[in-house]
């Protein structure tokens, strides 16, 4: 087995300015070690893992890190920067910055090491060596665990965990859940019991410096912390008895924790692995807070909890409030969607069969002709009429669900259904699922006698939450709300000129600045929310955003097509695949190139995207379906003029990206060469 960091990969005197110049820098060396074999594609990748989360830790250590197809060994190397480089940790730069290079296949020995010294980034005297060490050689052998880290003499810092010893002999996929060492009395014979889980999107170094941060604070607290590390290589369960014997789970994850039922009926810290990795003491008193309080976490099968927000990690404890509240509402809107686009499909296609005049068509339950193509109509219609009835209670149920779990659910779906009542419609539901989240959170934080607690979730909790939301929103803020959603609607109908293409600008902007991300959503989800109850202008608001949405993957895909050269290889495959994806509206296929050159591509998409948005507003095209691409024209009015829209939109996204790309000066330099080139050289042909 190669050795995974050699003198050459060390840079004790890194010069780099930014996070994006260090991953570069040290980058190169590997590539001059023939480990990578494609800088500009490897880059790439490192820069999509960073968009996930940044990889700055407390402690002035940063760890940009990928698995990458073009890596041919799993690499580390390491760079000491005398300034520091913002990795995004919140207490400042690093100066101790580990690039990871794990192949798409690395093999279990391998991911050993990686893991072993991700959680020896733990320890502070392993970390003042690196700071110490002088020679090049002996910080590599440092890092690969070949020369112990000389006794410092200082003592830990406040909160800064013990370290621990890392047994390296087996992967991190068969390695036995870890378990802190001789934990103290909780004061009645027994100690406090946690079962934690860690992971992270790659599954390398978070995920296990989280188990080692935890671990050692659970030591630390006198509190009996075992961990599952679902990392890269697989996890081994927990056992069953751990589990039925913990007071409290933690899971400190950035993606979707596997087999989440066996955790059911305990409870609940659920929050990102970085929190998991730099305030674990916090964390372990959070769970034996909620333990004390009764809080049992309603963890439902599979991966259809609560949604996990873009920025903040599953849970979001701790995170910003703006983050954690475009969390609660992309929630509720993930949970609407499918009865956005059941219902409007059913919709349009009722009106292609009957036409307009059929809304007001007698109910099918009381006359249906089996041969009238009329009555066929009618019944689509009712039946996706049906289905738009939930949306609001929907909305608000799963916002709601998003903020306090499911003893959330009830007062959030009657606070959406007097919404309706009261007319207070898409916003109306917004609030609702906001105050019976908030209700029932502060429910959750009263102490309750033992003997309550497992009727709290099940009956308390509904029961007092569903009074008070149900009273807030028949007494006190339904109807202001439903004069500003008919104020909102008046304006939507007045909308023309100017005024039409102006919001069919700022549209278009929306859906293709993060392709998928927050503000795509917010666009979406105003879109879809005017379809609950539609009006001419909302009808328009919907088209402009589904045809700006499809701009930027048939924009690549044409650029990828036209200018071949400006492409890497997987590039130009991905190309082939968002020409698909882009006629079925699923702005997501520009990522990978977004991803790649960002500074490129979302500026010449956005363009695009504003055009079709502003085109598709001054044509008057209308939609009634919330979803479909293409395949749904035939339910567009101005059809051939919405068509013309996206082309246009298209077209201008196209000539930017190849324009922006040409210009990019680039050098072809062999691999084996890149180590006598200047920083800024590239390898091969990419732009």
Same mark, same amino acid.
Request: glycine share 12%; aromatic share 6%.
């Given at each position: 087995?190669?050795?995974?960091?050699?003198?050459?990969?060390?840079?004790?005197?890194?010069?780099?300015?930014?996070?994006? #110049?260090?991953?570069?820098?040290?980058?190169?060396?590997?590539?001059?070690?023939?480990?990578?074999?494609?800088?500009?594609?490897?880059?790439?990748?490192?820069?999509?893992?960073? &968009?996930?989360? @940044?990889?700055?830790?407390?402690?002035?250590?940063?760890?940009?890190?990928?698995?990458?197809?073009?890596?041919?060994?799993?690499?580390?190397?390491?760079?000491?920067?005398?300034?520091?480089?913002?990795?995004?940790?919140?207490?400042?730069?690093?100066?101790?910055?580990?690039?990871?290079?794990?192949? &798409?296949?690395?093999?279990?020995?391998?991911?050993?090491?990686?893991?072993?010294?991700?959680?020896?980034?733990?320890?502070?005297?392993?970390?003042?060596?690196?700071?110490?060490?002088?020679?090049?050689?002996?910080?590599?052998?440092?890092?690969?665990?070949?020369?112990?880290?000389?006794?410092?003499?200082?003592?830990?810092?406040?909160?800064?965990?013990?370290?621990?010893?890392?047994?390296?002999?087996?992967?991190?996929?068969?390695?036995?859940?870890?378990?802190?060492?001789?934990?103290?009395?909780?004061?009645?014979?027994?100690?406090?019991?946690?079962?934690?889980?860690?992971?992270?999107?790659?599954?390398?170094?978070?995920?296990?410096?989280?188990?080692?941060?935890?671990?050692?604070?659970?030591?630390?607290?006198?509190?009996?912390?075992?961990?599952?590390?679902?990392?890269?290589?697989?996890?081994?369960?927990?056992?069953?008895?751990?589990?039925?014997?913990?007071?409290?789970?933690?899971?400190?994850?950035?993606?979707?924790?596997?087999?989440?039922?066996?955790?059911?009926?305990?409870?609940?810290?659920?929050?990102?692995?970085?929190?998991?990795?730099?305030?674990?003491?916090?964390?372990?008193?959070?769970?034996?807070?909620?333990?004390?309080?009764?809080?049992?976490?309603?963890?439902?099968?599979?991966?259809?909890?609560?949604?996990?927000?873009?920025?903040?990690?599953?849970?979001?404890?701790?995170?910003?409030?703006?983050?954690?509240?475009?969390?609660?509402?992309?929630?509720?809107?993930?949970?609407?969607?499918?009865?956005?686009?059941?219902?409007?499909?059913?919709?349009?296609?009722?009106?292609?069969?009957?036409?307009?005049?059929?809304?007001?068509?007698?109910?099918?339950?009381?006359?249906?002709?089996?041969?009238?193509?009329?009555?066929?109509?009618?019944?689509?219609?009712?039946?996706?009429?049906?289905?738009?009835?939930?949306?609001?209670?929907?909305?608000?149920?799963?916002?709601?669900?998003?903020? #306090?779990?499911?003893?959330?659910?009830?007062?959030?779906?009657?606070?959406?259904?007097?919404?309706?009542?009261?007319?207070?419609?898409?916003?109306?539901?917004?609030?609702?699922?906001?105050?019976?989240?908030?209700?029932?959170?502060?429910?959750?934080?009263?102490?309750?006698? @033992?003997?309550?607690?497992?009727?709290?979730?099940?009956?308390?909790?509904?029961?007092?939450?569903?009074?008070?939301?149900?009273?807030?929103?028949?007494?006190?803020?339904?109807?202001?709300?439903?004069?500003?959603?008919?104020?909102?609607?008046?304006?939507?109908?007045?909308?023309?000129?100017?005024? #039409?293409?102006?919001?069919?600008?700022?549209?278009?902007?929306?859906?293709?600045?993060?392709?998928?991300?927050?503000?795509?959503?917010?666009?979406?989800?105003? #879109?879809?929310?005017?379809?609950?109850?539609?009006?001419?202008?909302?009808?328009?608001?919907?088209?402009?955003?589904?045809?700006?949405?499809?701009?930027?993957?048939?924009?690549?895909?044409?650029?990828?097509?036209?200018?071949?050269?400006?492409?890497?290889?997987?590039?130009?495959?991905?190309?082939?695949?968002?020409?698909?994806?882009? &006629?079925?509206?699923?702005?997501?296929?520009?990522?990978?190139?977004?991803?790649?050159?960002?500074?490129?591509?979302?500026?010449?998409?956005?363009?695009?995207?504003?055009?079709?948005?502003?085109?598709?507003?001054?044509?008057?095209?209308?939609?009634?379906?919330?979803?479909?691409?293409?395949?749904?024209?035939?339910?567009?009015?101005?059809?051939?003029?919405?068509?013309?829209?996206?082309?246009?939109?298209?077209?201008?996204?196209?000539?930017?990206?190849?324009?922006?790309?040409?210009?990019?000066?680039?050098?072809?330099?062999?691999?084996?060469?890149?180590?006598?080139?200047?920083?800024?050289?590239?390898?091969?042909?990419?732009?």
């Amino acid at each position: 087995m190669s050795e995974l960091i050699t003198a050459e990969l060390v840079d004790l005197d890194l010069s780099a300015a930014t996070k994006d #110049a260090a991953a570069r820098s040290l980058a190169e060396r590997m590539v001059a070690a023939h480990r990578v074999t494609d800088l500009d594609g490897f880059l790439a990748d490192v820069a999509a893992r960073e &968009a996930q989360m @940044p990889t700055g830790l407390d402690g002035g250590i940063g760890i940009p890190h990928c698995r990458s197809e073009h890596v041919s060994a799993p690499t580390l190397a390491f760079g000491r920067s005398a300034r520091g480089i913002d990795f995004g940790a919140a207490d400042g730069p690093a100066d101790l910055i580990f690039l990871i290079a794990a192949p &798409a296949g690395a093999d279990d020995d391998h991911l050993t090491i990686l893991s072993g010294l991700a959680r020896r980034l733990m320890d502070p005297e392993f970390t003042a060596a690196l700071r110490a060490g002088d020679d090049p050689g002996t910080v590599a052998a440092l890092i690969r665990g070949e020369e112990p880290a000389p006794e410092t003499g200082a003592a830990p810092e406040a909160g800064t965990p013990e370290p621990a010893d890392v047994p390296e002999a087996k992967a991190p996929g068969a390695e036995a859940p870890e378990r802190a060492a001789s934990p103290t009395d909780d004061g009645d014979g027994a100690p406090f019991r946690i079962v934690a889980v860690t992971s992270c999107p790659t599954g390398i170094a978070h995920t296990y410096m989280a188990a080692e941060s935890l671990t050692a604070a659970g030591r630390a607290e006198g509190v009996e912390v075992t961990v599952e590390t679902q990392g890269s290589a697989g996890f081994s369960k927990l056992d069953p008895a751990v589990i039925a014997a913990a007071d409290a789970v933690i899971w400190a994850h950035d993606v979707e924790v596997r087999e989440k039922a066996r955790f059911r009926g305990k409870p609940l810290v659920d929050v990102g692995v970085k929190a998991g990795i730099n305030r674990p003491a916090e964390l372990i008193a959070e769970a034996r807070r909620k333990a004390e309080r009764g809080e049992i976490a309603a963890v439902p099968e599979g991966g259809d909890g609560p949604e996990a927000g873009d920025g903040g990690g599953p849970g979001a404890e701790g995170a910003h409030f703006g983050v954690r509240l475009r969390t609660y509402l992309m929630s509720g809107v993930s949970y609407m969607v499918p009865f956005v686009a059941a219902g409007g499909l059913l919709i349009a296609l009722s009106f292609a069969i009957g036409g307009y005049e059929i809304v007001d068509a007698k109910s099918v339950a009381d006359h249906f002709v089996w041969g009238q193509a009329d009555s066929w109509a009618a019944l689509l219609n009712q039946i996706g009429s049906a289905a738009f009835g939930f949306l609001v209670p929907v909305l608000a149920g799963y916002i709601a669900y998003g903020m #306090a779990d499911r003893p959330a659910l009830v007062p959030g779906f009657v606070g959406g259904a007097i919404a309706l009542t009261v007319e207070a419609g898409f916003l109306g539901g917004l609030v609702a699922g906001l105050l019976a989240g908030a209700v029932v959170m502060a429910i959750q934080r009263v102490p309750v006698h @033992p003997t309550l607690r497992g009727i709290m979730p099940v009956l308390v909790i509904p029961l007092i939450a569903s009074a008070v939301v149900g009273f807030l929103m028949f007494i006190v803020v339904g109807k202001p709300i439903a004069a500003l959603q008919g104020a909102l609607t008046d304006w939507l109908n007045g909308l023309s000129g100017s005024n #039409a293409v102006i919001l069919g600008v700022v549209l278009g902007l929306m859906m293709c600045f993060d392709m998928g991300g927050p503000l795509n959503k917010v666009a979406y989800a105003f #879109a879809v929310g005017g379809l609950a109850d539609p009006t001419d202008g909302s009808l328009k608001v919907m088209a402009a955003v589904m045809a700006a949405g499809m701009v930027p993957p048939l924009a690549l895909a044409l650029a990828t097509t036209v200018r071949k050269k400006l492409f890497t290889k997987t590039e130009r495959e991905n190309g082939r695949a968002a020409w698909v994806l882009g &006629a079925s509206f699923i702005t997501e296929g520009a990522i990978p190139f977004a991803a790649a050159d960002p500074l490129r591509v979302i500026p010449s998409v956005m363009a695009g995207g504003a055009v079709t948005g502003a085109l598709s507003m001054a044509f008057g095209c209308t939609l009634r379906a919330p979803h479909g691409g293409i395949f749904v024209v035939p339910l567009i009015g101005e059809p051939f003029l919405y068509l013309l829209a996206i082309a246009a939109g298209t077209l201008v996204a196209t000539a930017l990206v190849v324009l922006l790309k040409g210009a990019r000066r680039t050098t072809v330099v062999p691999a084996g060469e890149a180590a006598a080139t200047a920083p800024e050289a590239r390898v091969g042909a990419t732009a």
